[in-house]
């Protein structure tokens, strides 16, 4: 009962409630091992005839059946990146990978064919020739005759970790970008609002890893050494900074995460959304908005993968003054569109394209690139990468950075040339791309808000948080989404939604081990609701679950055992969504 209680302490108060590790994949991989085969043995363990403990008799102990354990694995799973490693975030080594050994153990405890696929795919489609004793013994043996098959992975937010992964391709494998709010804790860095994006086989926006107990593993810990903003050129706090979702929507054609945090005393406003565009095999592409207000000095951040890039409309110039600890330092200022592509192998190539709202300093130059090796060595090899800035000033300062990133053919970009609108009439960001399939209109527009823009396909109007309409090259509709707004129009172009956003408080929270809800003051939500998010306000912080059932003024977090368990919450939202 001694090691039951300890089990049992390490599933509920070290994992998050949502199943992921309360500090890295790595470190959650060091945990796992340390208990998991102690709570393979207790699995089905009955006491002793005529024996009653304090506690009353354990028969059957179900070791598998505790939810809280099933989430630890789900979340092991659905946070895989397309080639089967993890996010490279905290203290997360680049070679972290799920030891076949904690597949065998899900395949084998779980009737869940994903779990038999991964499995599969670790092994390399190869079952009979893969294994060792506990394959032996647990193993079902009717999966021998497995073909090799892939692995279907979800797009996800991580209510507790807070932490959203947005995927396109089949079965998720193509693309996946990752936003990352999660608060500070142990093995965690200075990385609020983190973007990483891989695509195509490559990591494009990489973060920089874990330097293990190396004197210098701070070189990988501070701000710079991500992809997020700097405000008065200072590292952003850790305690206290949180992390807050304001929307999570994945439909076909377009994917959306929008999150916030508190990183900085000096910013009133510090708050990023990312938003994938899917053509599905025409090509698809990353949109990136990052709001921030306070502090007299933001600077944008992020790594080229490779070598320096080569930079389109923008003059640079040996800069006079440097950057941080960056080195070969050039400078150039814009008000206007330019881009940087970097060659990720012979064929594909990754341009970020810059939409400044007004005049921004650009800096390039090579800085801190190595990511450890994965052992407790000290070996120093001195790569570099590049560093791209886009630095904005004022007192105080306010920026809404506005960029994309498109992976796709060196001698075939998709995306052909992108402009930023400002509105006509109204408040919002809109832009403009002319992609290999016709030209998508992007917009976004704050809360109770309406925006009109005009585009080189007639007017947009919208009072939708976020809209996308992609006219092709004859005028036909390409496709058309709205989120959080009651319409858009480009065109003769039409998507509307007649409730846009529903809300309310919340009554009460069930949890057991196979179901958990919410008790909302809406008794008729009704079933339609399945499928997105339920947002929901924790005293400091929100943040979003999947929503699995509804029953009456039940919204189901959890079901059958699978989900997440409802946290304490005082209201909630849905942000609905349309997707032609």
């Known amino acids: 009962r001694f090691g039951l209680a300890g089990f049992r302490h390490f599933i509920r108060e070290w994992f998050l409630e949502d199943g992921l590790t309360s500090e890295s994949p790595s470190y959650g991989f060091m945990t796992l091992d340390g208990i998991r085969a102690f709570g393979d043995a207790l699995h089905g363990y009955s006491d002793p005839e005529g024996y009653e403990g304090p506690d009353g008799r354990m028969d059957e102990l179900d070791i598998y059946g505790d939810s809280r354990y099933r989430a630890v694995f789900d979340g092991f799973f659905s946070s895989l ?72 992975l979800p797009d996800v937010f991580f209510p507790a970790l807070r932490i959203g992964l947005l995927r396109t391709g089949e079965r998720g494998r193509e693309s996946t970008a990752v936003l990352s709010a999660s608060d500070w804790g142990v093995h965690h860095h200075e990385d609020s609002l983190n973007l990483i994006y891989w695509k195509d086989g490559h990591e494009a926006l990489t973060d920089l890893g874990y330097l293990w107990d190396r004197p210098d593993k701070a070189m990988t810990v501070r701000t710079m050494a991500h992809n997020t903003v700097m405000v ?49 095999e025409a090509g698809s592409y990353l949109v990136d908005v990052f709001r921030v207000r306070g502090g007299a000095v933001h600077d944008y951040v992020f790594h080229g993968p490779r070598e320096r890039g080569e930079a389109h409309d923008l003059v640079l110039v040996d800069a006079q003054e440097g950057w941080q600890d960056l080195t070969n330092v050039v400078a150039g200022s814009s008000d206007s569109p330019w881009s940087i592509a970097f060659d990720l192998d012979d064929e594909r190539r990754l341009v970020a394209h810059a939409l400044p709202e007004g005049p921004e300093r650009i800096l390039i130059g090579d800085g801190w690139g190595e990511r450890g090796t994965g052992v407790r060595d000290r070996i120093m090899t001195g790569e570099t ?13 306010q920026s809404a950075f506005v960029g994309l990133f498109d992976v796709s053919p060196g001698s075939d970009p998709f995306i052909r040339s992108v402009e930023r609108l400002t509105p006509r009439q109204g408040e919002g960001t809109c832009i403009c791309a002319t992609t290999a399939q016709g030209t998508d209109v992007i917009a976004f527009c704050p809360a109770g808000h309406t925006g009109v823009f005009d585009t080189p396909e007639g007017t947009l109007e919208t009072d939708g948080l976020a809209c996308v309409i992609s006219i092709a090259a004859g005028g036909g509709l390409n496709l058309g989404y709205l989120l959080g707004g009651t319409r858009v129009s480009l065109n003769g172009h039409v998507v509307e939604i007649a409730e846009p956003i529903v809300q309310g408080k919340i009554l009460d929270t069930y949890t057991d081990s196979t179901q958990s809800y919410y008790e ?49 919450a005082r209201s909630w939202k849905i942000i609905l969504s349309v997707c032609l």
């Open 81 to 152: 990146m397309p080639d089967l490693a993890y996010p490279v975030v905290a203290d997360t080594h680049t070679t972290a990978r799920m030891p076949v050994e904690v597949a065998e153990t899900m395949a084998s405890r779980y009737e869940d064919s994903r779990y038999e696929a991964l499995l599969a795919e670790l092994c390399k489609g190869d079952l009979e020739g893969h294994g060792n004793e506990y394959a032996l013994f647990h193993r079902n043996p009717d999966l021998t005759s497995v073909p090799p098959t892939f692995v279907d």
């Open 232 to 280: 008065d050129g200072r590292d952003q706090k850790r305690e206290g900074r949180g992390g807050s979702l304001h929307c999570f929507d994945a439909t076909p054609k377009v994917k959306l995460v929008e999150v916030s945090s508190r990183a900085y005393d000096a910013a009133s406003l510090y708050r990023r959304l990312c938003a994938v565009i899917d053509h599905g």
């Open 520 to 568: 909302i003051d809406q008794p008729d939500l009704g079933g339609d609701a399945v499928g997105n998010t339920l947002l929901v306000e924790c005293g400091s912080y929100s943040t979003g679950f999947p929503i699995l059932d509804v029953e009456a003024s039940r919204v189901y977090t959890k079901v059958d055992g699978r989900g997440y368990d409802a946290m304490s």
């Open 385 to 397: 990468v590049p560093y791209v800035v886009r630095q904005r000033e004022g007192n105080p300062a």
